[in-house]
C-alpha cells in the first residue's frame, strides 16, 4: 500500500515562510496530478494547488501569488512553497495524489500561524 509522507509543518509568524514535503514511499504510476488541500477546524477540507502530469499548476485564489507548488517525479514527491502567510493560513495541509479511480492521501502536517 502506497503511503505519502508530509514533513515540514510548524509554527511561524505572520509573514513567514514554510515549506512543506510529501513524498511517497514507492513509485506510483498514472499520476493524473498531485496537490496540496488544507482543512482548518470546523471547515472543510479546500484545495490549495495542485500541479498536473505536465506540471501545470492550478492555485486557490486565497494563496495565489503567496504559495507555489513544485515536484520532483524523480524522487515521487511534491513540494508546496508558501510565502507571506497570514493567521488564516492556519489548518492541517494533506497531500493528495489523484488517479484515474484511486486518490492517495497523506495523514496531513499542521501549519500554525500566528499573528
Known amino acids: 500500500q502506497v503511503q505519502l509522507v508530509e514533513s515540514g509543518g510548524g509554527l511561524v509568524q505572520a509573514g513567514g515562510s514554510l515549506r512543506l514535503s510529501c513524498v511517497a514511499s514507492?513509485?506510483?504510476?498514472?499520476?493524473?496530478?498531485m496537490g496540496w488541500y488544507r482543512q482548518a477546524p470546523g471547515k472543510q477540507r479546500e484545495l490549495v494547488a495542485v500541479?498536473?502530469?505536465?506540471?501545470?499548476?492550478s492555485y486557490a485564489d486565497f494563496v495565489k501569488g503567496r504559495f507555489t507548488i513544485s515536484r520532483d517525479n524523480a524522487k515521487n514527491a511534491v513540494y508546496l512553497q508558501m510565502d507571506s502567510l497570514k493567521p488564516e493560513d492556519t489548518a492541517v495541509y494533506y497531500c493528495?495524489?489523484?488517479?484515474?479511480?484511486?486518490?492517495?492521501w497523506g495523514r496531513g502536517t499542521q501549519v500554525t500561524v500566528s499573528s
Open positions: 500541479i498536473t502530469s505536465t506540471s501545470a499548476t
Open positions: 514507492e513509485k506510483i504510476s498514472s499520476i493524473t496530478s
Open positions: 493528495n495524489v489523484n488517479l484515474p479511480f484511486y486518490n492517495y
